[in-house]
């Protein structure tokens, strides 16, 4: 039976007073009570050692585990290529965790660079990781730079500044110039998500040369302008166009500048939802990059259409390689009708605004060099189709011409017709009269001497029109018209997988 000890101790009085049998037993509970502290004391220290010790079996189990795990047996190259898929959320600074942002996981290089030291090092060595530091206060700027004190690779910004705070005297644009001098070399990409305003301000105040930019990106965003003066000055090419190194063009979701300083390293040129006052407009800002071999248009439009002779302005297009027209290209189109790219290899038309007996010309104008087609068309337009595509087909597979062989390099094209409601049982004959004409294509091709290695279409061709080529061409189909993109997956068919 336990006795509490409010029944032991009577007080001091009682205490004093007791005989000596009671003051040695008074003794010994205390004996007692010191030695159950110093068990309980040992005992803690006992728990922990065993719980360190037991900490440590249970990491050294899992990392004799890891090892047997099928990632840890990916190369440092297979883990960079698994990186740069997936780098494209901006670096931003953390945010505390709160039920309001709970959801929103953090950056994917972060993410990447903490997992253990092995990605860690392969995350600091892969540049795509870090090629988008978003800067736009000073809270963003101070996480970028620290950032930059580890990395050995090279890096791209994204600077999202108001016009406020690009005046030359404002202390986020002088810290960011300052931070970001010292890794001058290391810098290859910038991508300014601002108004022509501020980016004409942030480039004229960079003192120092960039000769490690690779790319730059301009995408016009009007809610960082706090004026709208038209007669402001706006950037052309100020700042980045001394760049020795300088390959890509992009701009996005603005008006071309009037005029652009010459920039003769730049190959590759996207212009995206882009306007321009005329073609000649365009023409003009084309000719600033004479060594150009890519041009990309998606929906570029123009104010004033040209009736001029722009014959003249064509120059700059002679070394153009690759040709990718999307959607509206209205101040493109005079050149269907006059000008040949001796160099054109690569051309993609996907739903131009255009008629298609223009494309058909220019297609023609051109089939000595074209190496690659590929047509989209997922739309009806006010003109004729049928007749449009029908008069493709027959070019692309007529015999000769009296210049030599039509298309005598082509190897590959791509036609996808998705328009809605085209391929259903309704238009029978609309699928057999499409299947029929690229199987003469392909005949025809191949008679001439010059047949195609791939021919890749969707609909599919009818059983017996793919019979006829199997052995002539490696044919390849959509699976669905609903996948998007042009490079959906394909099912191949050739002779010797039948």
């Given amino acids: ?185 290391q810098l290859i990409a910038l991508r300014l998500q601002m108004c022509k305003h501020a980016v004409y301000r942030f480039a004229t105040n960079i003192k120092v040369a960039l000769p490690s930019l690779i790319e730059v990106h301009h995408e016009q965003l009007h809610f960082t302008c706090s004026h709208h003066d038209e007669s402001a000055m706006e950037w052309i090419g100020e700042g980045l166009h001394a760049s020795s190194e300088l390959l890509r063009l992009r701009f996005s979701n603005m008006q071309l500048p009037s005029s652009f300083l010459s920039m003769p390293t730049v190959v590759r040129l996207h212009l995206y939802q882009v306007g321009c006052r005329s073609s000649k407009h365009l023409l003009s800002f084309l000719s600033s990059m004479p060594n150009l ?76 060099s074209i190496t690659h087609c590929n047509l989209h068309w997922s739309s009806d337009r006010d003109y004729s189709m049928e007749e449009g595509i029908s008069k493709f087909l027959d070019m692309m597979g007529a015999a000769h011409s009296p210049d030599g062989p039509h298309f005598p390099s082509l190897v590959e094209i791509r036609l996808y017709d998705l328009r809605p409601g085209r391929w259903s049982k309704t238009h029978e004959r609309c699928i057999q009269h499409f299947s029929r004409s690229l199987a003469s294509l392909v005949e025809n091709r191949v008679s001439s001497g010059c047949s195609l290695r791939r021919l890749i279409a969707y609909p599919a061709l009818e059983p017996e029109h793919h019979a006829l080529i199997k052995d002539k061409v490696l044919v390849g189909y959509r699976k669905s018209k609903y996948l998007a993109g042009l490079y959906a997956p394909l099912i191949w068919y050739d002779s010797e997988t039948e």
């Fill in 1 to 185: 039976m336990a006795i509490s000890n409010q029944f032991i101790d009577f007080g001091q009085r009682w205490t004093e007073a007791a005989p000596g049998s009671e003051r040695q037993l008074l003794d010994s509970i205390a004996d007692t009570k010191n030695e159950i502290e110093r068990v309980r004391a040992d005992l803690k220290r006992q728990e922990a050692r065993l719980q360190s010790e037991l900490q440590c079996q249970e990491a050294r189990l899992f990392a004799a585990r890891a090892t047997r795990a099928p990632i840890s047996r990916l190369s440092d190259d297979i883990l960079t290529i698994i990186f740069e898929a997936n780098a494209e959320s901006m670096l931003q600074p953390p945010v505390a965790r709160t039920k309001r942002n709970e959801g929103n996981p953090a950056a994917f290089q972060l993410v990447c660079s903490q997992v253990c030291h092995r990605w860690r090092q392969v995350a600091f060595r892969t540049s795509s990781l870090w090629s988008s530091f978003l800067m736009e206060d000073r809270r963003s700027v101070d996480f970028a730079l620290i950032m930059l004190k580890g990395l050995s690779c090279r890096f791209g910004l994204v600077l999202r500044l108001y016009c406020s705070a690009s005046q030359k005297r404002h202390p986020l644009i002088r810290r960011l110039l300052d931070g970001v001098t010292p890794y001058i070399m």
């Fill in 293 to 368: 071999q890519e041009l990309i248009l998606h929906d570029v439009s123009d104010w004033h259409r040209d009736t001029g002779d722009l014959t003249e302005e064509a120059a700059c297009l002679d070394d153009l390689r690759t040709l990718r027209l999307s959607h509206d290209i209205s101040a493109f189109q005079p050149l269907f009708s006059t000008f040949v790219f001796p160099k054109l290899q690569h051309l993609s038309i996907e739903d131009v605004t255009i008629p298609m007996q223009h494309v058909v010309a220019f297609v023609q104008h051109n089939n000595q």
